[in-house]
């Protein structure tokens, strides 16, 4: 990871959300990652998706028209 | 496909085989290098896992052209599926229509319905299995909930007209069925032009996967809220609440999936889609036509369905007018190699209809790897046997 990167988690209803999340942005060209849930973080499932801070409000807003939820979206 | 056995193979409309090479690959590749739970944990594996059982979301999304690759729900066979859409959406008070050309996936779930307040209508198809839809539409009344029906006959082929009846349903404001257990993967279905809010489907038949495989496609107007699962348990989401999760495909999905198959299935449906349903449905056609040209020019043979390729899948049943169909099966087994299914086939209500019951037929189910040749094999043998 680069330190000098800011990062966000956008978390979901489940792990299948997630995994439809990481498609749907990597379709869209916005980089992303899945990753485990960090444990401080009051999980709804295993594995989140991980993207620059600068991306987040243009990913909530693709993932949004794709009828994905985010639940929880943390700055880390 | 390399090193075929002898034998030749006319039970495709049972199971398909043999299994496209990649299919083979796919299980091999998942079970040496990934084989974890999708879902159940956040390690690297767990989600290359979760991935391809993503990926066989979208294939199948994408097959029946639907948009929503989460409200496709994995079961362990159609007849689940089935299950699922009857028993979790029809209510005491409902009433459903279903045709006479019906597996027994279909009546049985029906019947059982039945017996706790749902009415049911059974419209009578022609000897051959067609479905006229006006007899359909005549069936409707106040109460009419859902109509269900196969896409094609499991006994003969018939081709039931989805199209127009998935305008019926539009019309009347009726949620729309299909058991696509013989059609999918060799015919072209979009649930959006064929107006399907239900759509059940195998993974073993015609996309040409394996056993333990199939789902339901949970269209956009489908009340997801009222839709109870058939069971309930660990999903892998919402582990602090004891209470199944609402959202899909979480709700109808408990329990560990098929993942070894579900990698299976998404090698077959994308081999399916790279050959292409239109040349699988030519070359299937081209061979039904051979089949039934052959057959019918021997005198004792009795063809039942359509006899017409183009109003049928590749499945075709007959009986030598002198033998039992256990009789012709087992010498076509024991002395030809020629393999296929004997009997009632799981749908008696079918063979009412075509007039076959109880006896039942001989069926001989085509598939994409059938040759001309194995039908010419095929129709000496039945003219040695007559």
């Given at each position: 990871?680069?330190?000098?990167?800011?990062?966000?988690?956008?978390?979901?209803?489940?792990?299948?959300h997630a995994l439809r999340a990481e498609k749907v942005l990597l379709d869209s060209g916005i980089a992303c990652k899945l990753i485990p849930v960090p444990k401080d973080i009051s999980s709804e499932c295993g594995i989140c998706v991980r993207i620059l801070k600068t991306e987040t409000q243009k990913s909530v807003a693709e993932l949004t028209n794709h009828k994905l939820l985010v639940t929880k979206c943390i700055n880390i | 496909m390399t090193n075929l056995i002898k034998?030749?193979?006319?039970?495709?409309?049972?199971?398909?085989?043999?299994?496209?090479?990649?299919?083979?690959?796919?299980?091999?590749?998942?079970?040496?290098?990934?084989?974890?739970?999708?879902?159940?944990?956040?390690?690297?594996?767990?989600?290359?896992?979760?991935?391809?059982?993503?990926?066989?979301?979208?294939?199948?999304?994408?097959?029946?052209?639907?948009?929503?690759?989460?409200?496709?729900?994995?079961?362990?066979?159609?007849?689940?599926?089935?299950?699922?859409?009857?028993?979790?959406?029809?209510?005491?008070?409902?009433?459903?229509?279903?045709?006479?050309?019906?597996?027994?996936?279909?009546?049985?779930?029906?019947?059982?319905?039945?017996?706790?307040?749902?009415?049911?209508?059974?419209?009578?198809?022609?000897?051959?299995?067609?479905?006229?839809?006006?007899?359909?539409?005549?069936?409707?009344?106040?109460?009419?909930?859902?109509?269900?029906?196969?896409?094609?006959?499991?006994?003969?082929?018939?081709?039931?007209?989805?199209?127009?009846?998935?305008?019926?349903?539009?019309?009347?404001?009726?949620?729309?069925?299909?058991?696509?257990?013989?059609?999918?993967?060799?015919?072209?279905?979009?649930?959006?032009?064929?107006?399907?809010?239900?759509?059940?489907?195998?993974?073993?038949?015609?996309?040409?996967?394996?056993?333990?495989?199939?789902?339901?496609?949970?269209?956009?107007?489908?009340?997801?809220?009222?839709?109870?699962?058939?069971?309930?348990?660990?999903?892998?989401?919402?582990?602090?609440?004891?209470?199944?999760?609402?959202?899909?495909?979480?709700?109808?999905?408990?329990?560990?999936?098929?993942?070894?198959?579900?990698?299976?299935?998404?090698?077959?449906?994308?081999?399916?889609?790279?050959?292409?349903?239109?040349?699988?449905?030519?070359?299937?056609?081209?061979?039904?036509?051979?089949?039934?040209?052959?057959?019918?020019?021997?005198?004792?043979?009795?063809?039942?369905?359509?006899?017409?390729?183009?109003?049928?899948?590749?499945?075709?049943?007959?009986?030598?007018?002198?033998?039992?169909?256990?009789?012709?099966?087992?010498?076509?087994?024991?002395?030809?190699?020629?393999?296929?299914?004997?009997?009632?086939?799981?749908?008696?209500?079918?063979?009412?209809?075509?007039?076959?019951?109880?006896?039942?037929?001989?069926?001989?189910?085509?598939?994409?790897?059938?040759?001309?040749?194995?039908?010419?094999?095929?129709?000496?043998?039945?003219?040695?046997?007559?």
């Amino acid at each position: 990871m680069n330190a000098k990167r800011s990062y966000a988690i956008l978390l979901f209803l489940s792990a299948n959300h997630a995994l439809r999340a990481e498609k749907v942005l990597l379709d869209s060209g916005i980089a992303c990652k899945l990753i485990p849930v960090p444990k401080d973080i009051s999980s709804e499932c295993g594995i989140c998706v991980r993207i620059l801070k600068t991306e987040t409000q243009k990913s909530v807003a693709e993932l949004t028209n794709h009828k994905l939820l985010v639940t929880k979206c943390i700055n880390i | 496909m390399t090193n075929l056995i002898k034998k030749i193979y006319f039970d495709n409309a049972a199971t398909s085989w043999p299994k496209p090479d990649c299919v083979v690959q796919a299980v091999t590749d998942f079970t040496q290098n990934i084989g974890s739970n999708p879902g159940r944990s956040g390690h690297s594996a767990s989600v290359k896992s979760g991935r391809i059982v993503y990926a066989a979301r979208e294939s199948i999304a994408r097959l029946f052209n639907f948009a929503d690759p989460l409200r496709v729900i994995f079961t362990s066979n159609i007849t689940e599926a089935l299950n699922l859409a009857l028993k979790g959406l029809l209510k005491s008070g409902d009433h459903v229509i279903t045709s006479s050309m019906e597996h027994n996936s279909m009546m049985r779930p029906m019947r059982q319905l039945e017996k706790h307040g749902i009415e049911m209508t059974v419209v009578n198809c022609e000897q051959n299995g067609c479905l006229d839809p006006a007899d359909l539409s005549r069936s409707v009344k106040s109460t009419t909930k859902m109509i269900a029906l196969n896409h094609a006959s499991n006994v003969t082929g018939t081709l039931l007209p989805i199209h127009e009846v998935g305008k019926i349903c539009t019309d009347y404001g009726l949620l729309f069925l299909v058991d696509t257990a013989q059609t999918a993967g060799a015919f072209p279905i979009d649930m959006e032009e064929d107006h399907i809010d239900l759509l059940a489907f195998t993974g073993h038949k015609s996309l040409y996967g394996l056993s333990g495989t199939g789902g339901l496609i949970i269209g956009d107007r489908v009340d997801v809220e009222n839709f109870l699962p058939l069971k309930e348990g660990g999903t892998g989401s919402r582990s602090e609440e004891e209470f199944q999760p609402i959202f899909l495909p979480d709700k109808f999905e408990s329990g560990t999936l098929n993942f070894t198959g579900l990698a299976a299935l998404n090698a077959s449906v994308n081999w399916v889609r790279d050959t292409g349903i239109e040349n699988i449905r030519r070359h299937e056609t081209e061979l039904t036509k051979h089949l039934l040209s052959g057959l019918k020019s021997i005198p004792k043979i009795k063809l039942y369905g359509p006899i017409n390729e183009n109003f049928q899948t590749a499945t075709v049943s007959f009986n030598l007018n002198n033998l039992l169909p256990s009789e012709t099966g087992l010498i076509l087994d024991e002395k030809f190699n020629i393999l296929c299914r004997i009997g009632l086939h799981c749908a008696p209500a079918a063979h009412k209809t075509v007039g076959t019951f109880p006896t039942g037929t001989v069926r001989f189910g085509l598939g994409y790897f059938n040759s001309k040749a194995e039908i010419n094999q095929a129709i000496k043998a039945l003219e040695a046997i007559s």
